[in-house]
């Protein structure tokens, strides 16, 4: 788990994230949590993966070409080295 610090937000803002949380039975920061989450991994978004095979299978790519994109190497990228 990262952690994160958000400076100079509004008291307004502020409140109003504690009055949301109150209403859910959560922490401020547990509902944070869930706005940034809820936000940047939306439900029903298409992962590359899919989208892929989605595109494969209109251009007609078989069986065989379509389980490569199942096998393709998932481990997180590694940021590029220029030195």
Known sequence: MAILTVRNVPE???RALRVRAALRGRSTEAEVRSILEETVLPEGRV???SLLTAIGR?????D???ADFAR???S???PIDFE
């Open 12 to 14: 307004e803002v502020h």
């Open 47 to 49: 992962g590359l993966g």
């Open 58 to 62: 209109r251009v007609k790519l078989t």
């Open 64 to 66: 065989d070409e379509l």
């Open 72 to 74: 393709r190497d998932k």
């Open 76 to 78: 997180p990228g590694r």
